[in-house]
């Protein structure tokens, strides 16, 4: 069965001269988001329409709730522009929302477009209120405060449709280029990543894999966790690197409060690497001030002068109850709470250093040998890609 769903955008419709180069990336992105089943969107208007064939609800639904750059979205019926098609249409919805239980009071609100039609917008509410009214039993008019509104949208078409779906906002993904996000096991990285993504930049993700002193089922927790942002994200490659040398090099090199610091550094530079080789043009990490000893702003000082490119800390003034809250409503709280280590734990000092100074730790961390360690550590990712919607 054909589908037909009505998408409304936020802060899209607010750009000017970009507002195409907007429309265009989110179009694109519906369709990739939906690409196991296929899709047609058009644009209209400003108003976005998404045809399916034989897709379920459930994940039409999913998809346009992870999409960044729509802000609701309404299973949608349409029919020409007489007033007894479009009545029709309003009855089979009034009885489907009085089966669901939503009530017996009820508005019709229109929004005449086509100004060609024979009654303003006030006058087709009237109109099919009456239909609607007279054929569904028990029924009353609010136009004050109802139970439910069905509302009648007149433009090339009528399209009628009633409860809207609230979707996640934010711009497209894509629309702001593309970053790195380190990802590590934890609650904070994931949050992070979300949180750029819905400011339009598309991610590739890194994680500094250790073994043997970290283990498969860490790595594996990261990889759950980069499925479990996906959505947001259009789908992310998982880019994982061998640390384990520039780690034990590192430990080998200078005093032990100071190895996180000199890891953090490391994992930047690689990070830059990277990102440059993928045409991407910042990084991101789930810092927050003061949240451990490599996150004061001393520390921060240190590691974000180990490379040229901006780094976004989308978490940096928040509260861990915060992030937690954004954890679970993505749904990665309990993956990142898996009690497995990852590197920063296994190779965390007693007392790390809390206020490096700036000349002292560079030059420590400049007369690390590390030969092409970092290097090899770049050229030995591992990729994995993630989709947005994994067919069933
Ligand atoms: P998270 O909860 O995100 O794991 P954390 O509380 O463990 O962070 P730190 O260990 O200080 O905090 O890490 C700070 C940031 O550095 C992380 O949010 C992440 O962006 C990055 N990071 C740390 N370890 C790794 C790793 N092994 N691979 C990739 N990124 C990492
Ligand atoms: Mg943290």
Not at 42 to 55: A, K, N, P, Q
Not at 120 to 144: C, M, N, P, Q, T
């Amino acid at each position: 069965m054909k589908d037909l769903y009505l998408i409304k955008i936020g802060e899209i419709a607010l750009k000017k001269g970009n507002k195409k180069i907007f429309e265009r990336q989110l179009k694109d992105n519906i369709k990739k988001n939906l690409k196991p089943y296929g899709s047609l969107v058009t644009i209209r208007s400003g108003r976005f329409y998404l045809e399916v064939e034989d897709v379920p609800e459930e994940v039409v639904t999913k998809v346009l709730s992870t999409t960044f750059g729509i802000v609701a979205f309404y299973k949608t019926h349409s029919c020409n522009k007489e007033l007894e098609a479009i009545g029709k249409l309003a009855i089979e919805l009034a009885k489907l929302n009085v089966a669901s239980g939503y009530g017996n009071t009820f508005k019709i609100e229109t929004r005449r477009i086509d100004k060609s039609l024979p009654l303003d917008s006030y006058g087709y509410s009237a109109e099919i209120g009456g239909i609607v009214f007279e054929a569904v039993e028990g029924l009353k008019v609010d136009v004050r405060n109802p139970d439910w509104i069905i509302h009648v949208e007149l433009r090339e078409k009528a399209y009628v449709f009633g409860y809207g779906v609230k979707g996640p906002g934010g711009l497209p993904v894509g629309t702001a280029g593309r970053g790195t996000l380190l990802l590590s096991g934890g609650i904070d990285s994931p949050v992070a990543g979300y949180l750029m993504a819905k400011r339009g930049l598309r991610l590739d993700a890194v994680y500094f894999h250790t073994p043997p002193y970290t283990s498969n089922e860490a790595h594996d927790k990261v990889k759950d966790l980069a499925k479990i942002i996906a959505p947001w994200c259009c789908g992310i490659n998982l880019l994982s690197v061998p640390f384990t040398d520039v780690q034990v090099k590192i430990n080998q090199s200078v005093e032990a409060d100071y190895t996180t610091l000199h890891a953090r550094a490391a994992m930047m530079k690689i990070s830059q690497m990277i990102t440059n080789e993928r045409s991407g043009g910042c990084l991101i990490t789930g810092e927050a001030l003061g949240q451990v000893a490599s996150q004061t702003m001393e520390s921060i000082a240190f590691t974000n002068r180990s490379v040229t490119l901006p780094v976004f800390r989308p978490l940096v003034g928040m509260d861990k109850e915060e992030i937690i809250l954004l954890s679970r409503r993505l749904g990665a709280f309990e993956t990142s709470t898996q009690p497995f280590d990852d590197c920063c734990a296994m190779f965390a000092p007693e007392h790390p250093e809390t206020k490096p100074d700036f000349e002292k730790t560079n030059e420590m961390f400049n007369s690390i040998d590390f030969g092409d360690l970092l290097d090899k550590a770049t050229k030995g990712v591992e990729r994995f890609w993630f989709p947005a919607t994994q067919e069933n």
